[in-house]
């Protein structure tokens, strides 16, 4: 069965300090992937997605940036954390080709302080 | 801007009564996904929805596709504590590998 990970589940950073949030799935080849973020109370903001490695499509331009170094490997990135950066971060996968369920991660909540 | 929109924001409703949430594009949807969030929890998928005018029930939920597949609804009879939380409709337009969420309904219900 398929699983997806991310660590780490909570994280307290100053502003200005870098990030990176990782993300994993197993059990599936060649997924595709997706970065969301949900401010308290909000809907979800898709930030990046990917349909392969090295592949990043970007739907907001924002200080934050993604790598797919792996297959079913996802990073989120920032070299300066800005303070509405803080929020719920969601990662989820769906198989490729038309696949219908994306699933979710358990998130990463991030305070930026 | 926001191509998916979606009301209420909230809703609060007695235990028993009706529940309904209400989705709607600038954009035809190629289909439509609906997800519920516990609070504290991730989105967790419910169903999906691809042909105009489709209805679709899982017992108490029914979820409705508009025929121009630019709206869609869920819709809860006799609501229960247990359907507390967030739902969320997820539009895909085209097969561009991305859906564009609703804002949610948080749904919270009295015993």
């Known amino acids: 069965s398929q699983t997806i990970h991310q660590w780490p589940a909570t994280l307290v950073q100053p502003v200005g300090s870098p990030l990176s949030l990782e993300c994993t799935v197993e059990g599936t080849s060649n997924p595709n992937l997706y970065w969301y973020r949900q401010a308290a109370g909000r809907g979800l903001q898709l930030l990046f997605y990917s349909v392969g490695i090295g592949q990043i499509s970007s739907e907001v331009p924002q200080n934050l940036s993604a790598s797919r170094p792996q297959d079913r490997q996802f990073i989120l990135s920032s070299k300066k954390l800005l303070l509405s950066d803080s929020g719920f971060y969601l990662c989820a996968w769906r198989l490729a080709g038309g696949g219908r369920t994306q699933y979710f991660g358990p998130g990463t909540r991030l305070l930026v302080l | 801007g926001q191509q998916v929109m979606q009301i209420p924001q909230y809703q609060h409703v007695q235990e028993g009564e009706d529940f309904t949430t209400y989705c709607n594009s600038s954009t035809t949807l190629s289909n439509i996904q609906w997800y519920k969030q516990r609070p504290g929890g991730h989105p967790v998928f419910l169903i999906q929805?691809?042909?105009?005018?489709e209805v679709k029930k899982q017992k108490r939920l029914t979820f409705q596709f508009g025929e121009a597949k630019k709206n869609s609804s869920l819709h809860i009879t006799a609501t229960q504590t247990t359907d507390v939380g967030t739902y969320f409709c997820a539009g895909e337009m085209g097969n561009f590998n991305k859906f564009y969420f609703g804002s949610g309904t948080k749904l919270n219900v009295k015993p």
């Open positions: 929805l691809v042909k105009s005018g």
